[in-house]
């Protein structure tokens, strides 16, 4: 076609709106860049901003107590949670999508609960796995209960046809066993390994080390690609289950996939640092508030609106309460619900 | 390659246990003509027509020229049909113009450029006369906005079996004649065939070069408007008393005095 589009109008206003959306992912990960500074930056002992630029461009600048201060607790704990807020948003992204349920987090389908009941056979009841590192075993516990779940959950809805309905109410029904579960561990449990059990439940990035940090990167860095390959098929998911299969999608793959990689994600980032909720659920609804539904772009951008929240969480943890440390849980909620209703506010004048 | 045909033979569709059709049999539907699915509730016209879309298991023999479409995998009865639900998403943040493009990129089977599959989208859009509202979202639209919308769509796939689930439904009566003048139009240019499920039966009679009256899975008649169209089949297939007249402009007319 080498004479002028009939369209040239309209082409051009839709390049426009790509640009737009373009600058606007793009700007959610200028604005992750700034909250990972800011929760490097703060901390019990004041250490300037510009003490941690430098410390971490040249390490060797750094005296021994800022250095440990700065690359084995402040960086690993600001890159796990962006790491953290990345995955579950985008495990969020794809399940709100596949099951057609704005309501749908990476924990609706009984998840984190799956992950602590792994948790607390592990805590309470002193299970071990073989060739596993003692520090590791609890991760390892959470992380296989979590993601067998999700297999348990497929294959069910397999012999039950690949319906959303089914999926859900499959889901809720794990959801409540495995709550059946964690509180008959936590009646036969002692005071100390309840409190720990309790603790490790609430989520919190104090558990971040190199190696951990490395796993799950490497789990999203495996995943993400796949997720955005599969990005056309999941914005014409949304035009409905029969109009996508029309479009010769096969649906049912698509669904077991995704959910293969949202169980991958979720149980990663539980095993580490526990149940962190919330994320899952309003990231994607920030992302699709700004850039829209072509999954090109709201995945990204679900992804770095998870990581900006989970950073700004992470700082408040640190700020709340002066010297003390909050379980990172407990303000995601705290943190994302005002951010959240304000923009339900802001796009309701525009309507 | 003359007009395609399609030949349905001993189909029999159901959901679990539950038969909606058993062992229906049709002379072939030729292409370049509309043919209209008409019925009372529950005859099971959506489920025919999502059979053949391949949406639902079916047994027996549903071919198109020489291709059984049965044995065919998703994206391989996507190539040749093309299937518009009656159900419209709700809330979903796409615009006019991604969700056309979606029907294009999702499977790509002949891979298209990115940039054809923008001209092939905005044309759909044109040819229903919306690509005025290309970057409008489909949650700011009317019902019959959003009803083009899904046309478009379907359309856009250029198939050769277009199956729409009554089409009209949400739209106003400008609408409805104009959507259902360009159906034809697409038939008589592409050759294609259109398989139409229509509750208006005076428009089926209309624009439709034939009729298929369902009832419980079974025909009830098959045949032209004149043909399939009497006070006899409606009386028994609608329960209704029924005339059925040509008017003074000579199209058929179906005035229905009372309930039976």
């Known amino acids: 076609m080498s004479e002028l589009s009939p369209h040239t109008q309209q082409l051009s206003a839709y390049a426009r709106l790509v640009r737009r959306r373009v600058l606007i992912v793009a700007g959610l990960g200028a604005l992750m860049l700034v909250a990972m500074l800011f929760d490097i930056a703060t901390g019990p002992s004041n250490l300037p901003l510009a003490d941690v630029i430098s410390g971490i461009l040249s390490p060797s600048s750094l005296d021994a107590p800022a250095r440990v201060i700065i690359w084995e607790v402040r960086l690993p704990y600001a890159l796990m949670a962006v790491l953290v807020g990345a995955a579950l948003a985008l495990a969020g992204a794809e399940m709100q999508t596949i099951l057609n349920n704005p309501l749908a987090s990476p924990f609706t389908l009984g998840v984190s609960s799956a992950a602590a009941f792994g948790a607390a056979l592990a805590l309470v009841l002193g299970m071990s796995l073989p060739f596993i590192p003692t520090d590791w075993n609890l991760p390892a516990f959470a992380f296989l209960f979590a993601f067998a779940s999700v297999l348990l959950l497929q294959a069910m809805a397999r012999l039950r046809g690949t319906g959303v309905e089914t999926l859900v109410l499959f889901g809720i029904a794990l959801v409540f066993t495995f709550n059946a579960l964690v509180a008959l561990v936590q009646y036969v449990a002692s005071q100390e390994a309840l409190q720990q059990l309790v603790f490790w439940s609430m989520g919190s990035l104090a558990r971040s080390t190199w190696a951990k940090l490395g796993v799950l990167g490497l789990v999203t860095l495996i995943v993400v690609p796949f997720s955005l390959k599969a990005s056309w098929r999941m914005t014409a998911l949304r035009l409905g289950e029969d109009r996508a299969r029309s479009f010769g999608i096969s649906v049912a793959r698509l669904r077991f996939f995704s959910l293969l990689r949202v169980s991958l994600l979720a149980a990663t980032s539980v095993a580490f640092v526990g149940t962190i909720g919330f994320i899952g659920l309003v990231a994607p609804h920030i992302a699709r508030l700004l850039v829209g539904e072509d999954h090109r772009f709201f995945l990204p951008g679900s992804m770095l609106a998870g990581a900006v929240i989970m950073s700004l969480a992470s700082v408040a943890s640190k700020t709340i309460v002066p010297g003390a440390l909050l379980p990172v849980g407990i303000v995601t909620s705290l943190i994302g619900v005002p951010f959240f209703i304000a923009l339900i506010f802001s796009r309701r004048e525009r309507l | ?260």
Do not use: W
């Not at chain 2, 970057?135 to 899904?150: C, K, V, Y």
């Not at chain 2, 609408?175 to 139009?185: I, W, Y």
């Open chain 2, 1 to 260: 390659m003359g007009t395609p045909q399609l030949s349905i033979d001993g189909l029999s569709v159901g959901y679990g246990r539950r038969k909606i059709i058993e062992n229906l049999s049709l002379p072939a539907i030729s292409g370049g003509a509309v043919t209209a699915l008409i019925g009372p509730n529950a005859a099971g016209k959506t489920t025919l027509l999502r059979a053949l879309a391949g949406l639902v298991p079916a047994k027996g023999s549903i071919r198109l020229d020489d291709t059984e479409l049965t044995a065919l995998s998703v994206a391989g009865h996507a190539r040749h049909v093309t299937y518009m639900p009656q159900a419209l998403p709700q809330r979903v943040a796409l615009t006019v113009f991604e969700a056309t493009l979606s029907a294009l990129m999702s499977a790509r089977a002949d891979a298209i450029s990115t940039a054809e599959a923008h001209e092939r989208a905005l044309h759909a859009l044109d040819r229903l006369g919306i690509a005025d509202l290309a970057l409008r979202g489909l949650d700011e639209l009317s019902g019959g906005q959003r009803q083009l919308a899904s046309l478009a769509q379907s359309i856009v796939r250029e198939p050769t079996v277009l199956l729409l689930d009554e089409p009209t439904s949400a739209l106003d009566i400008h609408h409805q004649l104009r959507v259902m003048q360009l159906v034809a139009e697409l038939a008589r240019e592409r050759g294609i065939i259109v398989v139409i499920v229509l509750h208006d039966i005076a428009q089926a009679a209309r624009y439709a070069q034939r009729i298929v009256l369902l009832e419980q899975g079974t025909i009830a008649a098959d045949g032209s408007p004149d043909a399939a169209i009497t006070p006899a089949t409606l009386a028994r297939v609608y329960k209704v008393e029924a005339r059925v007249e040509r008017c003074s402009h000579g199209t058929l007319q179906v005035i229905v005095d009372r309930a039976v």
